[in-house]
């Protein structure tokens, strides 16, 4: 297994995982830590409304897992959102951003392999896809189709949710007045050098998202 001497944090969302949290946070813990020099596991809680929040403080408690930081929403926002709060927080060389349910931590030594080499950006898109409504695919598929024709960007196979920015990246979207809104397309179109790579691993069921979801993730890029 390829090792790397950098500092990385992994920025993990979650939302109502309570019963699977602890089993989350430990394989997180020992894939991570077998392939960098130091590491720190920043979990952001969307808003859980079961016992999540008590898990993460046992978690956090003495005797639970090393290198934890919790933050925790107390209105549920997108995941992009949910996303920036743990990257303005992050201390590491390196900001990796992962949604547990959706993606696979096992692609992380790939997309540090990109990094340490002097890519700025590096987006995996997982092409196996969770369950959901066919409005909401509609939708969201309409709005992706307008914005490539706009933009000349795919949002959903070019700026997925899981990528990993250096700390350059990190530091210019924090001198932006709205940070938060810049994190979705900066990395994308801001001038950095960036790779994306596609790779197919299982899904977890998640709760179904709404049309009104799609429409405000696509109008808030």
């Not at 993460?56 to 107390?74: H, I, K, R, W």
Request: glycine letters at 6%; proline letters at 5%; charged letters at 25%.
């Amino acid at each position: 297994m390829t090792y790397f001497p950098v500092f990385l944090s992994v920025v993990l969302i979650v939302r109502n995982e309570s019963e699977n949290l602890r089993k989350i946070l430990s394989e997180a813990t020992e894939k991570v830590s077998k392939i960098v020099a130091d590491y720190e596991l920043i979990i952001v809680d969307n808003a859980s409304v079961d016992d999540s929040v008590l898990v993460l403080q046992e978690l956090c408690a003495p005797g639970g897992l090393p290198n934890l930081q919790v933050y925790s929403l107390t209105k549920e926002v997108d995941r992009d959102t949910a996303a920036w709060v743990g990257v303005e927080n992050a201390l590491g060389d390196f900001v990796s951003v992962f949604d547990p349910l959706q993606d696979d931590l096992e692609v992380t030594p790939q997309m540090l392999e990109h990094a340490v080499r002097g890519v700025d950006v590096v987006f995996a898109n997982n092409l196996t896809k969770p369950p959901q409504g066919i409005t909401y695919k509609l939708a969201y598929a309409g709005f992706d189709r307008v914005y490539k024709y706009l933009n000349g960007i795919q949002l959903s196979k070019e700026v997925p949710l899981c990528r990993l920015l250096s700390r350059t990246v990190v530091n210019f979207i924090l001198r932006h007045p709205s940070p938060e809104l810049s994190y979705r397309l900066l990395p994308a179109t801001g001038g950095f050098s960036k790779f994306n790579f596609d790779y197919s691993a299982p899904v977890e069921l998640v709760e179904k998202k709404s049309v009104r979801e799609a429409l405000n993730r696509g109008f808030g890029y």
